[in-house]
């Protein structure tokens, strides 16, 4: 009987799973491609429209990056510092990491991932178990042993080059990196994706046989970070900054100037001179290095770059046999660079009020096609943006999985142009009036410079084939 029971409701199930490929082909990959229908994106109809959103509870500090996440569904707050993200915001996550993979591969950096639940002996032998204080989330294991949630991994990483026994100087330089959640209590947790309690950073540590050739490594890996942001289209400053915590006497913070930064910065007007103003012992007004003029802006620390020297080589035993086959202490780097915090940065320096602007080449997608509205006279014309979008797909080998259609027909277009700003797609497609001309001309919209091209479906394509994806 209960075999029966169990066949039988194998069968159902099997009936279940082919009635939803039936679905789901039918539906949501309808066509000839496989077409990306808005209406079955989650979150549901994701825009809360006009609704006020973004302030949060207790009068929490808001920012732009903050609201404009929050009312696009970009993000959901789980609880203190901590997000659910959406989507599309995986999506722009992958595409950044992406790219970072891409630039650290240029260098020879090698990627590895190392554990978040680190015990508390292994902070005992930097001596930073005492020194993080409340910014460390502490736990217990069922033996009554501590832990903590990594909130970077310094530590960690130099333990598990120790453990490889001594590496050749042929070895070197040795550059591990990895993209993990990174946990800290923060005093302040606000401003969404900038200041969390749980984030993600891609952190790399370096090996180096001299202090020259680590400095040397410094400048590759500090390139390669100047390069990310390049390609980003993201105005950075590089300045001097304070090592704190970490340890070393040579450190660097990549900020991007805006507003709302939490940090202060100050610019020689005359030469190049950057520093973060706390590494200032006095108010100074003057330029240390030129007397020239200091001027102050805020700035997000969007990446930050250690030299450290031997501080854990030392702790942890890690070394390499250098020509003459002698042991001695791997000189070490480490490099920071905020992913989600990139994410909300970038959305902060390039959106406008209402509208989000991504850094073009993380944008989660990067074309959304409005549909015509149901009822309206460019109804007619469905088919002919319907296989516009499909061609997009088939052809421009790019735009693969990058086009999304607005079905939502009961919407006016205007409606749903306003939502596509909200998302930030770089392109917008429109069926506007003169669609019914002859030959049909599309609408194309630029979100970067505000443009509209006024196109044909040969138009449309060959435009849309040269936009540059990496
Ligand atoms: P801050 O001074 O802003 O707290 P930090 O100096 O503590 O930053 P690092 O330890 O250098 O930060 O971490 C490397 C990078 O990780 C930072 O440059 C930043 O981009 C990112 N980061 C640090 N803390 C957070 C956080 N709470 N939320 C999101 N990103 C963070
Ligand atoms: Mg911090």
């Known amino acids: 009987m209960e075999v029966a029971i169990h066949s039988h409701s194998g069968g159902l199930f099997k009936n279940l799973v082919c009635g939803f490929l039936y679905l789901h082909r039918s539906c949501f990959h309808h066509g000839r491609s496989k077409r990306l229908l808005f209406s079955r994106l989650f979150p549901p109809m994701n825009l809360h429209g006009d609704k006020e959103i973004g302030v949060g509870r207790s009068g929490e500090l808001t920012c732009k990056s903050q609201r404009l996440m929050l009312q696009a569904g970009l993000i959901q707050p789980a609880n203190t510092g901590c997000f659910h993200y959406m989507p599309y ?23 590895v991932n190392m554990p978040t639940l680190t015990s508390a002996n292994l902070w005992k032998i930097s001596e930073r178990w005492d020194l993080l204080g409340k910014e460390l989330f502490r736990l217990k294991d069922r033996h009554n042993i501590d832990y903590c949630l990594s909130p970077t ?13 001594n590496l050749s100087y042929k070895q070197l330089p040795l550059m591990l990196y990895q993209v993990t959640r990174k946990f800290r209590d923060e005093p302040k947790p606000r401003f969404g994706l ?40 993201l105005r950075f400053v590089k300045v001097q900054a304070d090592p704190g915590s970490i340890g070393g006497n040579l450190s660097h913070e990549f900020q991007l100037p805006a507003e709302i930064g939490e940090d202060r910065l100050l610019m020689c007007s005359d030469c190049h001179f950057a520093a973060n103003a706390e590494t ?16 102050e802006n805020r700035g997000i620390e969007v990446g930050h770059t250690f030299y450290l020297g031997t501080k854990y080589s030392q702790v942890f035993g890690a070394l390499h046999s250098n ?11 480490c490099f920071g660079l905020g992913i989600t915090r990139i994410l909300a940065a970038g959305i902060e320096v390039l959106s406008t ?38 061609n997009l797909m088939d052809t421009v080998p790019q735009l693969q ?16 142009l306003k939502d596509a700003n909200r998302l930030g797609y770089p392109y917008v497609i429109i069926a506007g009036r003169r669609i019914l001309e002859d030959p049909a001309i599309f609408e194309v919209n630029s979100q970067n410079n505000g443009r509209t091209l006024f196109l044909t479906q040969e138009g449309v394509l060959d435009f849309l084939k040269n936009i540059q994806m990496a």
């Not at 090996?207 to 890996?221: G, H, P, R």
């Not at 999985?401 to 749903?416: A, F, K, M, N």
Request: net charge negative; proline share 3%; glycine share 8%.
């Open 280 to 295: 200032m012992k006095t108010v100074e007004t003057n330029c240390p290095q030129c007397e020239g003029k200091l001027i």
């Open 323 to 333: 020509s003459e086959n002698k042991p001695i202490l791997s000189e070490m780097g």
């Open 401 to 416: 999985g990058e086009v999304v259609l607005d079905d939502r027909s009961h919407l006016t277009v205007g409606r749903r």
């Open 353 to 390: 009020e209402t509208d989000i602007r991504w850094p073009r080449l993380v944008a989660p997608y990067q074309i959304c096609v409005i549909s015509p509205k149901k009822g309206s006279k460019e109804e007619v014309c469905m088919d002919l943006l319907e296989s516009l979008y499909d």
């Open 194 to 233: 900038l200041r969390g309690r749980e984030f993600y950073m891609k952190d790399m540590y370096t090996f180096d046989i001299s202090e020259k050739a680590a400095k040397e490594t410094y400048k590759l890996v500090s390139g390669a970070y100047g390069r990310v942001f390049d390609r980003l289209g």
């Open 89 to 111: 915001t995986v999506r722009a996550m992958e595409k950044l990491v992406q790219l970072i993979d891409e630039e650290m591969k240029l260098i020879g950096g090698q990627k």
């Open 153 to 165: 991994h310094e530590e960690a990483v130099t333990e598990l080059v120790a453990m490889q026994g």
